[in-house]
């Protein structure tokens, strides 16, 4: 038994007292408005079929990698697939990673050193938090997707900068303004990073190839356990700064490679998505019938995540409650996730939902707020 176990079990029962407490749970039955699955590919039979077919063919990619990719775990799928990838986003480089956590994590604890400043989006992904912590640099805030206040931080540093933005952020909903951020760190001589982990799949192959910023992009998260209905993440990047994180990210260098079935279900889905871009179109009309229907919402017309801020824990609570007693499967962010005023109701379209499963959907929600 821990000595200061007693302090653990107090923050769990603060928690339990303020209906927060997290807990693991098996995925219940119910219309799905909750998932990251928004092109139903992780539910796609068509999917699973190509995928079971590649592992008759070849049995040996479920096999373990075996130890990291710099001793026994690297593999010909491994290297193919990352040339593949860097090539369709039309970047030099491409490094692949087990999640967008651990890409994330190796970026940040890595490239930036104490002589750096890192200045992140204040709703930038938690990984991007720790990882900044693992780095001697600067961390500064800028306020969410506000350029004027980005440009005042950058004004007085001294250090070279690094920005990170997510292109399209999944607890508001909302796009960053990537071409005006792209702008500054030029002008200023930073570098950007971001994080396109909600953006592909949706759009293309995500906001920096939509707007052909490649070139003004140090580096780029891509990850593939939502729209691709996979798992993984990989690092866009040019050569010198893949070979540095080859060289120098622990994150990369002490964790065993992942099996060559993962890296060769990222393949198909890219394989897959190229062939399929009806779903996109479908997502969009769900979209479009969602915002249709007048609710209040922070998020942007064309993005999946629809966020509906409920200012009271309990009362968000209530009202997911009532939404899963119907059927309706949806998640509810409590502050301190998010800050206190702010808790919302985050709704996921997907291009499986039907036109009645988000009137029905919608009608609910009007009916309690």
């Known amino acids: ?37 928004y092109l139903g590919f992780a539910k796609s039979k068509e999917l ?72 992140v989006d204040e709703q930038i992904h938690r990984s ?28 007085r540093q001294e250090g070279h900068c690094y920005i990170a933005i997510e292109s399209l952020y999944s607890m508001e909903g909302d796009f960053a303004p990537i071409q005006e951020i792209a702008a500054l760190t030029g002008k200023y001589k930073a570098s950007l990073i971001v994080d396109e982990a909600h953006a592909f799949g949706i759009f293309g192959y995500g906001l920096i190839e939509k707007y052909q910023l490649q070139h003004q992009v140090s580096a780029a998260v891509v990850t593939y356990g939502k729209a691709l209905g996979a798992h993984g ?59 249709s229907r007048n609710l209040q919402s922070p998020s942007a017309e064309t993005s999946p995540v629809q966020a509906i801020v409920i200012p009271h824990n309990q009362k968000l609570k209530e009202l997911q409650q009532t939404l899963s007693e119907k059927g309706f499967l949806t998640y509810a962010i409590y502050s301190p996730t998010v800050k206190e005023g702010s808790e919302r109701l985050r709704i996921c379209l997907h291009s499986f939902n039907t036109e009645e499963e988000i009137m029905k959907l919608t009608e609910i929600i009007k009916e309690f707020i």
Request: charged share 25%.
């Open 1 to 37: 038994m821990l000595s200061n176990s007693s302090r653990f079990q107090e923050s769990l029962d603060k928690r339990k007292e303020e209906g927060t407490l997290r807990r693991l749970r098996l995925q219940p039955d119910g219309i799905d408005f909750y998932s990251n699955d």
């Open 233 to 291: 993440a990989v690092i866009l990047c040019n050569e010198t700064v893949k070979s540095y994180l080859i060289n120098f990210a622990s994150p990369f260098i002490y964790t065993t490679s992942a099996q060559d079935f993962q890296w060769l279900s990222i393949k198909t889905g890219y394989e897959f998505l190229d062939q399929h871009h009806e779903l996109a179109v479908k997502l969009q009309d769900n979209i479009k019938i969602f915002r």
């Open 128 to 155: 991007v938090h720790d990882a900044c912590k693992l780095s001697n640099a600067k961390k500064l805030k800028f306020k969410h997707n506000d350029t004027e206040d980005l440009e005042n931080i950058l004004k």
């Open 48 to 119: 699973q079929y190509l995928l079971l077919q590649k592992v008759m063919d070849n049995p040996q990619l479920l096999s373990g990698s075996t130890g990291s990719r710099l001793i026994s775990g690297n593999s010909e799928i491994a290297v193919s697939v990352e040339n593949e990838i860097a090539q369709k986003h039309q970047f030099e480089s491409a490094l692949l990673f087990p999640s967008g956590y651990n890409a994330n994590l190796a970026l940040f604890s890595t490239l930036p050193n104490r002589h750096d400043v890192v200045i």
